[in-house]
């Protein structure tokens, strides 16, 4: 008994003290899984901890369900129409994308590290992809609004890589452990018996499942509940028929999260903290799983092999793979850059360990090391780089509270709170001023933690909180009556987006005339959309099309199609 209230106790001051560390990250710029890792190895048996964990099974088990989880709420959150955006992109770099990086990398490594061309590929497929964990987290915590063809296309590929990873880690261990004499074409097979079962799974399951949760009549609190063991099911599902769990399980949160309207917000914020938990819990144990002191008998050797991966292995395929597609230099630079590995390798690396290779050691402790380095060197410069490149757009919202009326299958009213900030649209104007969407009613407002009579109107200033009732249909309009955004100078809205906005369907020749530039003499009759078109197939916010002294910036889409262009002047 005694030795479980020490475990438990061990467990939630492990916790605690992750999540307080997690206090640095925005501060210092450290990546949080970087900081979870950390404290996990300082509690290892190397570390001030003392604890001995060596458990391949049970390590294996949690961080597959862990991984489940991530993929789950990662797929509950990305727009469809980002979907379209990014799908085509990332799926080549999901698939090839991963075979060219696994090859480069594993040749390099056979090269560095003296071993055969085997265990060398062998590295390379454990290091290949992408980590969903990794990608998710450092987006999210750097507070990033990317252009969606960026950041789309980097989210989409982390959650369907995977099922390539981990093909091609199975396959070289078998062949290890078999030597078959040449290729097995069953095993081609099984790729895409795991990729189409897996996909079918997902995308049905996720159907089912959305039905389930807005026709059902449950306690409130059941909803996220219903959403998150349905996610694990489907994933068990695809896992016990051989085909990708993974895969279906981020398809599965991806249909969920668009076929939902009412109720979703509330499931989404379950799962957040739910995902976080996940996060916590993988990377505390895997940093609790590896033992500083044999990493380092490996740490020169893996860094070698880790610069290649980030520096030659991952652009040069990046590079080659985006060429069919639409990407800006600038574009192809952040994406190569932002090929974050995490928790994803060091699950992979655990297969030789659990086939009982003598060696699995080096594999393990090789791609541990080079995961440090990924996390150290990408997840820290990721920010910058992309100011750096000008990727990041302005941000769109500054909602602080959300409170959802109904559950899944009722109305879709709620409660929602702004901070206003000094640059709000709403600050320094009486409320009764405040063109406010059809059906939202302005409920209170706040100074000072003191509520303000607003019946006959009140003069806002800026850090009041003001909170509503109004549908989910409103919300864009809100953010853009109540919402400051503190930007850098140049995001703000004026500076990154230009003075002047213009409908789409007007004329290069009429801009023409009234600008003072040149159309080309068979464009003259296009219009604004058809030219930025005809460079972009699929056009996001922030992409920017020059003519002459003037240059195009898309201002908005709607349904993947372009409503709104601002215009820039140049001298």
Not at 348 to 367: I, K, Q, S, T, Y
Not at 416 to 421: C, D, S, W
Request: charge should be neutral.
């Amino acid at each position: 008994m005694d030795t479980l209230n020490q475990l438990i106790l061990f467990g939630g001051v492990l916790f605690v003290v992750s999540i307080l560390a997690s206090t640095l990250s925005p501060r210092m710029g450290m990546p949080l899984l970087l900081v979870f890792l950390c404290v996990g190895m300082i509690a290892g048996e190397d570390g001030l901890g003392g604890i001995s964990y060596d458990d391949v099974h049970s390590a294996y088990f949690l961080a597959t369900l862990a991984l489940a989880v991530i993929l789950f709420d990662g797929g509950l959150r990305t727009d469809r129409h980002n979907f379209r955006v990014g799908l085509r992109p990332a799926l080549v770099l999901a698939t090839i994308g991963v075979v060219g990086t696994a090859a480069l990398t594993g040749a390099f490594a056979a090269w560095v590290l003296g071993v055969g061309w085997i265990e060398g590929l062998l590295i390379g497929a454990i290091v290949g992809s992408t980590d969903a964990a990794a990608v998710f987290s450092v987006l999210n915590m750097q507070g990033l609004a990317l252009k969606t063809r960026v950041g789309a296309t980097l989210e989409i590929e982390s959650g369907l890589n995977d099922p390539m990873a981990i093909f091609l880690t199975i396959f070289l261990v078998e062949f290890m452990v078999s030597q078959p004499s040449g290729f097995d074409v069953m095993m081609l097979g099984q790729f895409f018996w795991q990729m189409g079962i897996g996909a079918a799974i997902g995308l049905l399951g996720g159907r089912l499942l959305a039905y389930g949760v807005a026709r059902l009549a449950l306690s409130p609190g059941l909803y996220p509940l219903l959403a998150l063991f349905g996610g694990i099911s489907i994933f068990g599902l695809a896992a016990v028929l051989q085909a990708s769990g993974f895969l279906a399980v981020y398809l599965a949160g991806l249909v969920v999260g668009n076929r939902l309207s009412r109720g979703l917000y509330n499931i989404q914020r379950f799962h957040d903290g739910i995902a976080w938990l996940a996060q916590i819990s993988l990377f505390l144990m895997l940093g609790l799983l590896v033992s500083p002191r044999e990493l380092m008998v490996y740490a020169p050797s893996a860094v070698l092999v880790g610069l290649f991966l980030i520096l030659v292995g991952r652009p040069l395929t990046v590079w080659l793979c985006l060429l069919p597609f639409q990407f800006a230099w600038r574009e192809k630079l952040f994406i190569s850059w932002v090929g974050l590995r995490g928790a994803v390798p060091i699950v992979l690396a655990m297969f030789p360990w659990l086939a009982g290779f003598d060696n699995w050691p080096f594999f393990f402790n090789v791609a541990f090391f080079i995961v440090l380095v990924s996390l150290v060197l990408q997840g820290w410069t990721v920010a910058p780089f992309a100011r750096r490149l000008k990727l990041d757009v302005p941000t769109t919202s500054s909602r602080v509270q959300r409170v959802e009326l109904g559950v899944p299958g009722q109305g879709d009213y709620e409660f929602v709170g702004y901070k206003l900030a000094e640059g709000s649209p709403a600050v320094h104007k009486s409320t009764e001023q405040m063109p406010l969407p059809s059906g939202v009613r302005l409920l209170c407002a706040l100074r000072n933690d003191q509520p303000l009579e607003i019946r006959g109107g009140v003069v806002l200033e800026p850090g009041d909180h003001v909170y509503l009732l109004a549908s989910a249909s409103n919300l864009a309009a809100l953010d853009k009556l109540l919402v400051g955004v503190d930007e850098p100078d140049r995001l703000s809205a004026q500076a990154f987006f230009g003075e002047f906005v213009v409908t789409p369907r007007a004329k290069l020749e009429d801009l023409g005339m009234l600008y003072g530039f040149v159309a080309p003499e068979d464009k003259r009759n296009w219009s604004i959309a058809r030219y930025i078109y005809s460079q972009y197939r699929h056009p996001v916010v922030g992409d920017r099309v020059r003519l002459g002294n003037i240059e195009f910036v898309v201002l908005e889409m709607k349904d993947s199609k372009l409503t709104k262009v601002s215009l820039k002047l140049h001298q």
